[in-house]
């Protein structure tokens, strides 16, 4: 099981000092993932989680300006990263073939990408969940041979769902996670949107469910300790 957690443009230098005190007691069998802002990103010291990012640059080191390679996050000792969250395809109209070529970053630099995908209200109202997961999928991994597909782990997010408190039925979830695998069959898929300490007991009941990305609950070591502690059946 993995566990990775966003904390999306949140915690500043001191704020995260503390907080990774509180990360460091956490006890987990699951693999954990800390994704800090980028001015975090060198203070992760941790022995017991591994070590994230929430973005990266589509370009090599260069002429541009404000951007952070894949070659950067690697010198800093980023081991996975997450592309593609639907509020960078939104607020910064992150493309299609932005996210794909990032993820090429990543492959080249040995950072396992953590790629995001979901779909709107109107696109599930609209029956369109398949044609939309379909499309961000398709061209993200396309020209990927099958290594490097096995290499991904992928995070469906309903958009509709993310920080509304509000999350799929299970059958929903799982319709989603096994179209997902006919086109990635051995990818690792995780769930997020909504979900926290008080929703993982419903949420756990699918084998289907690979791990979990999580946004604000990540914030918050002691009940990410109770998530994990149900989760886990500890």
Request: with cysteine; aromatic share 6%.
């Amino acid at each position: 099981m993995i566990i990775a957690l966003n904390n999306k443009s949140n915690l500043d230098r001191n704020e995260f000092l503390t907080y990774q005190e509180g990360l460091r007691k956490l006890e987990a069998n699951s693999t954990l993932i800390v994704c800090p802002t980028y001015l975090n990103v060198n203070l992760v010291n941790l022995t017991n989680i591994h070590h994230g990012a929430q973005n990266v640059s589509c370009t090599n080191n260069g002429a541009f300006t404000g951007e952070i390679s894949a070659k950067d996050l690697k010198a800093a000792g980023v081991e996975y990263c997450i592309i593609g969250h639907s509020e960078r395809r939104e607020y910064q109209r992150e493309s299609l073939t932005e996210v794909h070529e990032k993820l090429l970053r990543l492959l080249e630099n040995d950072i396992t990408p953590i790629l995001c995908i979901g779909e709107t209200k109107a696109q599930r109202e609209n029956n369109e969940v398949e044609r939309v997961l379909k499309e961000e999928l398709e061209t993200a991994i396309e020209g990927l041979t099958d290594e490097q597909k096995n290499r991904l782990i992928v995070a469906y997010e309903p958009i509709w769902s993310i920080g509304t408190g509000i999350i799929p039925t299970i059958e929903e979830i799982e319709e989603v996670f096994r179209f997902i695998k006919t086109i990635l069959p051995n990818t690792t898929i995780l769930y997020g949107g909504s979900a926290n300490e008080k929703n993982i007991d419903i949420l756990k009941t699918s084998p289907l469910i690979e791990g979990y990305l999580l946004g604000g609950l990540s914030l918050k070591p002691v009940e990410l300790q109770t998530f994990i502690n149900k989760l886990e059946n500890r």
